[in-house]
């Protein structure tokens, strides 16, 4: 499928880019060779599928590779591509952008035990229909699905494709 959007692997020499399919296309540095690769020389390595639909925001944050798809679903993923966290029960639509909050790393009991929470409270953005929507990432870990719905903060955008959060004021632009 065509790509929609690109992001850098934290703490690797990987490059990831979504497509309108959904998938997920892994780039990285390949071969040995007697001259240093530069930025650019990378190969695609493989191509997982993420989303069901096109992956419309694609970005790390902190630890995390973070994907937002028309389906309007958030994804997390550690460095080496293993689902970390969804959130499916928020129905905001379309995903166009994804701002974070400062981590909380707030301890929530699980059904395991204690679990020591390293994912930040985000917003969505979405295209249709046009919607904030703030999500806590401690919801997660709860059982119920109030939580993971999230809160709606705004409603009737003619039309939105970017946003970012401050990032230790209560404030968005």
Known sequence: ???TASA???YTTKAVTGT????????????????????TDRKAVKILRIHYSAITFLRAHDKFIVSGGM???VRFFDSKFRLEAWFEEHESG???SISFGAKTGVEHKTIDGPHQSSLPDFIVASKSPPLITSLSGSSFYSSTT??????????GLESLSALVA????????
Do not use: T
């Open 8 to 10: 850098f692997v934290p």
């Open 71 to 73: 389906d309007g679903y």
């Open 1 to 3: 499928g065509s790509f």
């Open 94 to 96: 379309s995903v166009s």
């Open 20 to 39: 309108a399919d959904g998938d997920l296309v892994i780039w990285d540095h390949v071969g040995i060779s007697d001259v240093a690769p530069s930025a």
């Open 146 to 155: 109030e939580g993971k719905a999230g809160k709606q903060l705004l409603n």
């Open 166 to 173: 401050h990032p230790s004021m209560p404030h968005f632009a």
